[in-house]
């Protein structure tokens, strides 16, 4: 028996609010593992995420639920991945690595971010106030995926249904970044 | 300004980082004869054109891609935007 | 005070009085008033003083062009001078004062200055407070600052909030007057998602002023029809109460919106919003201003433009006199004469300077004809204005048309130049307009109703075009096109009396003129000798007034003469609202340590550095200042043990096939032969042979390497490396990464350090100085099968690891490794003994890789490999950074140890000078070393390395300090690493 444990407190952890007509909530369990595509071995690596996940890795900009619909798969850049799914146990790197069979190189990305999911009617209306990517349904559909910055921290944002978004940003920054989202909740309330 | 990136359309300047000339991509050889007048060259002097200008862009707030866009620098019109390492493989830096 | 002038008609709510004050008097007006119209209603002409001369001012308009109705608004905190009671929205309990006067509005004590103004004209500041210089900041400056100026403020905090936002449409329609309506309406029809923006509270432009038809309904009803329909669109968005008062590069444009301004009460909502409006397509629609024409004393209280003294009847149901006589150039201003002759107004007399018959009939009226107004009676209202034939017409209110300039202000935002047009004696937009921008109606010079309706939905039709939107079939809405000849007229010729210009900066014809004879005849010569078109207003009924006489003085045409192209913002912005949220504690965003809690808990005291939110030292009940802690902090880690964490530090994780090739490339030296489950130290250069950055990097597999850079540069080394990845090296298969925030990473370092992770490392993996030496790396489980990293470095020279778990594990570990360390008596250490113990031990940091030094002053010119090309390299090779006497990095420490070395001080020779000429090097980094008792330094020092023992000055101008100094090496402590490998 180890004489000591250690307990798991990520920076938002349990954060749940409800405001008229968005829900801001920090998601449990959370994981992200970025996949890079290795140069030459783009056409193994995508085949090997088809076979892992079932599902194709899309465009950059865009992301997919897995066949199963348990992972995402995010396309950064043209050789840039983030695969997120729900995973407890801070084993989530070497879980993907196994699935990808080292078809690609594979990072532990969830603890460098932070998650918050805004979703409701005036979600979009809250996000005016910090984000500068054009979230109108026409502009940003479901699945979309962008990178930009937020009150001056860089943030991965993602369309995961009509008025849901998944708002992924450092880990480091995460209770300023939570600040910045309360506040355009509070400011178009 | 907007900078219509290749990949992911139109972004805000404000996402990207600038550097500037792109004939920063054209980094001499470090066994030329002349290697130090070169590299002095390389290191020191840039054009400064008043009008159209290749320059490198960081998108440092995005997908952290670097590109070479093609920009006037009288009116800020952007008539090119080109991911910087295809520029750099065609400008005969692969291997 | 009653509401003496409030007639039939307007659009105010009649069923909402709503009470306020001016000037601590009580007053009434209606829902839907301006400040500017509920002051006329109650008869209240005079309204301010004006800026240099405190001459009685009134209201001279209905818009945001207005120069002289600036008030003060609110009180206490929430106090807001220089506000144009034009565009302020009457509320309930609204407080307003004028401004710029001592004593009462009605007897200002500065009004003096007046009588002075013979010697106060343009360019007196310049010519008079010349000399003697010393004067300028003790006498003048101060004098002149107390005179001068609006309003004050109220020298506290604003208390309001502000924010800002990001929207994005296909066409932004900038006005909503008839042709902005129109524009709107045809683009919405046809899917295009719209932005349709207005500074007004109420939509309509002059539509909501005239008496002219639209479809067969008044203005003012078509209009609000028309934003009923707007309104039940999805794909349109209408913002009342926004200025968009610049246009950007590739069509983005700048808009303020006053959200709370015209409530009593913000109610902890935002007061403003500064937007940025991306937009694909724009329509400028900003209408016309009208235009004043200049004559002796045009300045009393009472005399308005006609277009606004009309806008306070039709639109507001109040008259601003009871006898108006009107003053036009041009058809235009008869209709104000006609519409207040339709409301039961007096209008006495028509006074036009064209020979020509009626524009149209208005019962009661004389008609002058070739006629102008040459002076006027009455100090603080209007009594009687006399013609240049002598004849004296009573009135008090003179409604004055000069005609119409076009709003071309946001074409010229991307340095467009307008162009003149002889027909409408005007300046209209130019060619150059900014991309992606038509304008539509008056702002074109499409003076009538009908065309500005018609010009409104065709232009809007063209732009959503462009966009691939088929545009709606419906035809633009009927009006008729009403008459606008003008003869244009600047100023009245006949004048003795001071004609002004400009009235919010004080500048009359006179000045322009002498402008001329001095010699500032450019326009920008003018503006800046003058002060014209400066200020709250920047002109807009000053500057073509100007320029046309400036061109009559010159004897060229006004196009001739210049144009004034103007610069953003449109209308005044509030630096509350640039500064949006950013503003004390949210000024930027804090990083947090994964520790952060353990230390804030433990007494620790935090540094800013950079964002991050560092742990600089943790004091224990009985210290007596910073110091006792650092001493104990440095002493406890070296004697036994200590931890700091050491997140913050730039972790980049690097995979790929070619990874080990392309870190030769962005380090000095060489990483190649690294062998797996090793660590190197690595230097980076800049491509002039500075030295950039430094750090470690461990090999955790063949193609996987973890580097670390200084807290500062890591978002510059990661940017920086990209480069070399995507530009220098496109075919190297090479991926990054960063994870700094992934991980929790922590020091322990002390002749205890391994007895200590004993304890937490799981026992499977063996710490042992055989199995895992100094610079060993390594992936291990804690507490019982958690991940983590070990890395056996040293920044503090003794034994010391640094050990890296997930990041949500962070703040558990710090605990855990100070339970674990109880046995030891460890110590949690912050940055300042971080600091004294890298001193101590001589290694390089901030102060010393500061952008001028080179890996041979560092020391560490060996580690430039020669087999190989890096970043750098060429460059460092140069004889000048290669001198045999270059500065080397040493220690010292003071001959007399009870002295404290000073960090800046300059190195002399002993028998020399203290002068630049004779400057030998620099302290860089000082410390007390609790270890040694004394006060040590790092610095460099021309050939330093040969020159052990020697005794040098440390001299510092900047504190009058000089003392004896002994070149040491720089490793104060365990110079042969002996600890850091046990």
């Known amino acids: 028996m180890p004489e000591f444990t250690l307990t798991s407190a990520p920076p938002l952890a349990g954060y749940d609010q409800s405001f008229d007509g968005v829900k801001l909530g920090a998601p449990v369990d959370l994981a992200i593992v970025s996949i890079a595509l290795p140069l030459g071995g783009e056409v193994a690596a995508e085949k090997a995420i088809k076979s892992a996940y079932g599902a194709a890795l899309p465009a950059p900009g865009k992301s997919v639920l897995s066949k199963d619909g348990l992972a995402r798969l995010v396309r950064l850049s043209s050789d840039a991945a983030f695969v997120i799914f729900t995973h407890a146990t801070p084993d989530a790197e070497p879980h993907v690595a196994e699935k990808l069979k080292g078809a690609a190189y594979t990072t532990d990305q969830t603890d460098v971010w932070s998650a918050l999911e805004i979703s409701g009617a005036k979600a979009r209306t809250a996000l005016e106030r910090i984000c500068p990517i054009d979230l109108h349904a026409d502009a940003f559909a479901d699945g979309d995926a962008a990178r930009t910055s937020m009150e001056h921290l860089g943030t991965l944002i993602i369309r995961t249904g009509g008025d849901a978004f998944l708002l992924l940003s450092a880990s480091s920054s995460a209770k300023s970044f939570l600040h910045a989202v309360e506040t355009s909740i509070h400011n178009t309330a | ?95 | 005070m009653t509401q003496v002038n409030r007639i039939d008609g307007g659009q105010v709510d009649r069923s909402k009085e709503v009470k306020f004050t001016f000037n601590g008097k009580h007053m009434r007006g209606f829902a839907g008033d301006t400040l500017a119209s509920a002051l006329l209603a109650n008869g209240q002409r005079l309204v301010g003083r004006s800026f240099k001369y405190h001459r009685p001012r009134g209201i001279l308009t209905s818009g945001s062009e207005e120069p002289n109705a600036l008030v003060q608004l609110r009180s206490g905190a929430h106090q807001e001078p220089n506000t144009r009671a034009t565009v302020t929205e009457l509320f309930d309990g609204l407080k307003a004062t004028s401004q710029n006067h001592r004593g009462s509005l009605e007897y200002d004590l500065m009004a003096v200055t007046d009588l002075m103004s013979r010697f106060l004209g343009a360019g007196f500041y310049y010519k008079t407070f010349m000399w003697p210089k010393a004067f300028w900041e003790k006498l003048y400056e101060p004098v002149i600052r107390k005179s001068a100026g609006l309003g004050s403020l109220s020298m506290k905090d604003d208390p309001d909030s502000y924010d800002k936002g990001f929207i994005h449409c296909d066409l932004l329609v900038i006005g909503a007057g008839p042709s902005g309506l129109s524009a709107a309406l045809a683009a919405g029809r046809s899917g295009a998602r719209v932005i349709l923006a207005d500074e007004d509270f109420t939509p309509g432009g002059r539509l909501n002023a005239e008496t002219l038809e639209v479809d067969g309904m008044s203005g003012a009803d078509w209009a609000a029809q028309a934003i009923a329909e707007l309104a039940a669109m999805d794909n349109v968005r209408i913002m009342t109460r926004t200025t968009i008062y610049g246009a950007y590069d590739h069509g983005i444009y700048g808009a303020l919106e006053r959200c709370t301004d015209h409530l009593a009460s913000a109610d902890g909502k935002p007061r403003q919003v500064l937007w940025r409006i991306y937009s694909k397509r724009a329509v400028l629609a900003a209408g016309s201003t009208e235009r004043p024409i200049a004559f002796g004393n045009n300045d009393r209280p009472g005399i308005m433009l006609a277009g606004a003294v009309r806008t306070y009847v039709n639109r507001f149901g109040v008259t601003p006199g009871q006898e108006v006589a009107v003053f036009t150039n041009n058809d235009d201003g008869w209709r104000t004469a006609s519409d207040l002759a339709g409301k039961g107004v007096n209008v006495t007399t028509i006074i036009d300077t064209r020979d020509a018959p009626a524009v149209c009939d208005v019962p009661g009226a004389r008609h002058i004809r070739n006629a102008a107004v040459m002076d006027t009676v009455g100090r603080k209202g209007l009594k009687s204005v006399t013609l240049t034939s002598g004849q004296v017409i009573p009135a008090d209110c003179l409604a004055v048309s000069g005609g119409w300039n076009p709003n071309v202000h946001l074409t010229c935002h991307q340095r467009g130049r307008p162009e003149w047009r002889d027909d409408l004696s005007a300046f209209v937009p130019g060619a150059d307009l900014p991309a992606g921008m038509a304008v539509a109606g008056a702002a074109n010079g499409s003076m009538t109703l009908a065309a500005a309706l018609a010009e409104g939905r065709s232009v809007a039709n063209e732009q959503i075009k462009d966009l691939g939107f088929t545009a709606s079939r419906k035809a633009a809405p009927k009006a008729e096109d009403e008459p606008r000849d003008c003869a244009p007229m600047w100023h009245v010729g006949e004048s003795k009396n001071r004609a002004w210009v400009d009235q919010q900066n004080d500048v009359t014809v006179k000045d322009i003129k002498q402008s001329y004879r001095e010699g500032f005849r450019s326009v920008e010569h003018l503006k800046r000798y003058t002060t014209l078109g400066m200020a709250t207003d920047q002109g807009k009924t000053a500057n073509i007034p100007a320029l046309a006489i400036m061109a009559e003085c010159t004897g060229k045409s006004i196009p001739e003469t210049g144009t004034t192209i103007f610069r953003p913002p449109y209308t005044p912005i509030p630096l509350g609202a640039l500064g949006g949220r950013a503003r004390g504690k949210d000024f930027r965003p804090y990083r947090l340590t994964p520790s952060h809690d353990w230390a804030e808990k433990n007494g620790a005291t935090f540094v800013e550095v950079g964002n991050w939110l560092r742990a600089q030292w943790f004091a224990r009940p009985g210290e007596q200042g910073w110091r006792d802690s650092v001493d104990r902090e440095a002493l406890m880690t070296r004697k036994s043990v200590g931890i700091c964490d050491v997140t913050t530090l730039g972790k980049i994780d690097i995979q790929g096939k070619d990874a080990a090739e392309f870190l030769n490339v962005v380090y000095a030296n060489a990483f190649g032969k690294l062998p797996v489950g090793k660590v190197r130290y690595g230097l980076m250069l800049r491509e002039d042979g500075i030295c950039y950055d430094d750090g470690t990097t461990a090999r955790m597999s063949e193609n996987h390497f973890v580097m670390t850079t200084t807290t500062a540069n890591a978002v510059l080394v990661f940017r920086r490396m990209e480069f070399v990845r995507q530009c220098l090296c496109p075919d190297m298969d090479v991926h990054l990464i960063s994870t700094t925030d992934g991980w929790a990473q922590f020091a322990v370092a002390g002749p205890n350090a391994r007895n200590l992770l004993r304890k937490v490392v799981d026992e499977a993996h063996d710490i042992s100085n055989e199995a895992f030496p100094f610079m060993a790396c390594g992936e291990v489980t804690v507490c019982g099968g958690t991940p983590a990293r070990l890395f056996r470095i040293s920044f503090s020279g003794e034994l010391a690891y640094e050990i890296a778990v997930p990041a949500r594990f962070g703040n558990s570990m710090m605990g855990v490794l100070m339970q674990a360390g109880e046995e030891f008596d460890a110590v949690p250490y912050g940055t300042e003994a971080l600091g004294v113990m890298r001193i101590e031990k001589g290694h390089a940091a901030g102060n010393e890789l500061n952008g001028q030094t080179t890996a041979l002053n560092l020391g560490l010119g060996g580690m430039v490999s020669a087999k190989k090309d890096c970043i750098g390299k060429t460059l460092s090779q140069r004889p000048e950074m290669n001198r045999d006497d270059a500065i080397r990095l040493v220690g010292f420490r003071p001959v007399d140890r009870s002295l404290k070395l000073i960090a800046g001080s300059h190195f002399i020779n002993k028998d020399d000078e203290a002068k630049m000429a004779n400057d030998q090097g620099w302290m860089t980094s000082v410390a007390y070393s609790p270890s040694l008792g004394h006060s040590i330094g790092l610095g460099f020092i021309k050939s330093g390395h040969e020159r052990m023992g020697e005794i040098v000055r440390a001299v510092s101008p900047i504190h009058d300090t000089e003392m004896d100094v002994e070149i040491v090496s720089a490793h104060f402590i365990d110079p042969e690493g002996e600890r850091l490998r046990a």
């Open chain 2, 1 to 95: 300004m907007i900078i219509n990136h290749p990949h992911l359309g139109p972004r805000d300047a404000a996402e990207f980082i600038y550097l500037g000339d792109a004939s920063l991509i054209d980094r001499p050889d470090w066994q030329d004869e002349n290697a130090t007048e070169k590299f002095y060259e390389y290191g020191y002097l840039r054009n400064n054109p008043a009008g159209e200008h290749q320059e490198l862009w960081y998108h440092e707030q995005g997908d952290r891609s670097w590109l070479v866009v093609t920009r006037n620098t009288l009116t800020h019109e952007i008539t090119k935007v080109e991911m910087a390492r295809d520029v750099a493989r065609a400008r005969g830096r692969s291997k």
